[in-house]
């Protein structure tokens, strides 16, 4: 291999790329990183696999990593956030359009008859928790002003000593918990809409739902939610014909109102979390009809936010809690005697609250739920842990049992046509799983790429980014 004087070139990462470009097994380098798609952060293994024939003893194909560029294999970070990995949330922003799109339209293991079934997109959204700038339709915000859709004031208190911040807090840590006991009355409000009993109503019929959390300017969350009415089987059988999509609309605005979540804390009193006034229920139509509201629109919308985080509101994409104490403020002796955390300083956060790069309203969130994360009552809400969520514990999206398939098996299926893709790739044969047995050992290494790797995967990502663009504008 030629050595290359690199000395006079000023970036690390174009030093690195060059010496990536001029190693001799550069090709299966390159080939590594372009089957990742782009990924920002993949994850690094060391280890090896051997596929045995069970019957015979023999080695039918073998695998190790100090074979590998790198000494290691790369594979996706599957994270869902586009802040943090634009190419893995794209996978899962697809995966999730799909999940939606088979429960409204069928495919994906699940009968075409379910477009037949009632249903509707609610969205429940948080209760106030003081006044904040906004842009209403007609006249300016109440500060007198006709805010742009980007100014940075919107969704902030209009009285920031005044404004609940406590309250918004506890109700984002509390969102999912008040999501569950609103499925509760929801079922409860149908079955006394069929004048039936909860028994007889479950005997009959189903709710299933799919559901993704979006947060507002002001840093609350609020959920979208498909809401679908089933046989007593699932998605693979009607509801009677008197379970109808009035029906479950009229169910969904008595039940919303009815979910209560109370808290009591000497701390900030006695709390009752509720959803706000602004509950938004409109029947599904399918798709080709003349509507706004066609499966086709709704799962690409819930697909779209599902990928989304805080971020989105101003806050940040990663935890704040100091690694080393896990947020405690201290460390434990062996024998039990507690020392302050010398990484820290005691105060339990990665960095001080007053160096974040937040606006003065997503800081105080943050802060609040440090405040209330100390306090007993809310110990096991872990609020530290979830500060840069501004206390939202839950997943994003969410569906039940019997709505469509899962993510699981999505995932499993794209990661059998790979392995198929690979076999044929590589002209191997046919593999019986009944007589044939994989054996491997896995380490974690690190995470992320070198300088000059980064480069290459960037260039992955555009050169993909512009090959959908193309094809978005009907090239060919």
């Known amino acids: 291999m030629v050595t290359l004087d690199l000395r006079h070139v000023a970036s690390p990462a174009v030093r690195d790329l060059l010496h990536i470009v001029n190693r001799p097994d550069f090709d299966r380098a390159q080939q590594q990183i372009e089957h990742l798609g782009g990924c920002t952060e993949p994850v690094r293994l060391t280890g090896h696999t051997t596929t045995l024939d069970t019957t015979t003893g023999e080695v039918l194909r073998s695998y190790t990593t100090s074979d590998e560029p790198t000494g290691s294999l790369l594979t996706a970070c599957g994270n869902r956030r586009s802040s943090r990995c634009p190419a893995c949330s794209r996978i899962y922003a697809t995966d999730t359009y799909h ?58 208190p209009l009285n920031p000593a005044t404004y609940d911040y406590a309250g918004a807090v506890l109700f984002n840590a509390h969102a999912g918990a008040l999501w569950a006991r609103f499925t509760i009355y929801l079922r409860r409000a149908l079955a006394t809409r069929l004048g039936m009993t909860q028994k007889a109503a479950r005997a009959v019929l189903r709710v299933s739902f799919a559901k993704v959390a979006e947060y507002q300017k002001r840093g609350l ?69 003349d509507s706004e509201l066609t499966d086709q629109a709704v799962a690409a919308y819930v697909a779209k936010y599902a990928t989304k985080s805080a971020d989105a509101s101003g806050t940040l994409d990663h935890a704040l809690f100091c690694r080393p104490c896990q947020g405690r403020g201290d460390t434990l002796l062996p024998h039990g005697t507690p020392l302050p955390c010398t990484a820290c300083d005691g105060t339990g956060q990665a960095r001080p609250l007053p160096r974040l790069a937040v606006a003065r309203h997503v800081r ?9 994360g100390r306090l007993p009552e809310f110990a096991d809400l872990k609020l530290w842990k979830w500060a840069h969520m501004l206390g939202f514990r839950g997943h994003f999206s969410t569906k039940s049992r019997r709505y469509s398939v899962t993510l699981g098996a999505l995932r499993d299926a794209r990661r059998a046509w790979r392995t198929e893709q690979a076999r044929t790739h590589a002209s191997l044969p046919d593999q019986d799983p009944t007589t044939t047995l994989v054996v491997g050992h896995w380490d974690y290494l690190g995470s992320g790429y070198s300088p000059g790797a980064a480069l290459l995967a960037a260039h992955v990502w555009h050169s993909k980014e512009l090959e959908r663009k193309f094809a978005a504008e009907g090239g060919c």
């Open 99 to 156: 999940l939606i799109r088979a429960g409204l339209s069928g495919g994906k293991t699940v009968p075409d008859t379910v477009r037949t079934h009632p249903r509707v997109f609610a969205t429940l959204t948080a209760p106030s928790f003081g006044p904040v700038h906004n842009r209403p339709a007609v006249r300016p915000c109440r500060c007198g002003t006709r805010h742009e859709r980007t100014d940075p004031m919107l969704g902030t």
């Open 221 to 289: 969350v609020h959920f979208h939610a498909v809401i679908r009415l089933d046989g007593p089987d699932g998605n693979i059988q009607p509801p009677p014909p008197y379970a109808t999509s009035a029906l479950l609309t009229d169910a969904i605005r008595a039940a919303a109102p009815r979910a209560r979540i109370t808290l009591v804390s000497d701390a900030v009193g006695e709390r009752e979390l509720t959803w706000g006034q602004q509950l938004d229920v409109r029947e599904i139509a399918a798709f080709g009809t």
């Open 364 to 372: 105080q969130m943050i802060r609040t739920c440090w405040d209330l």
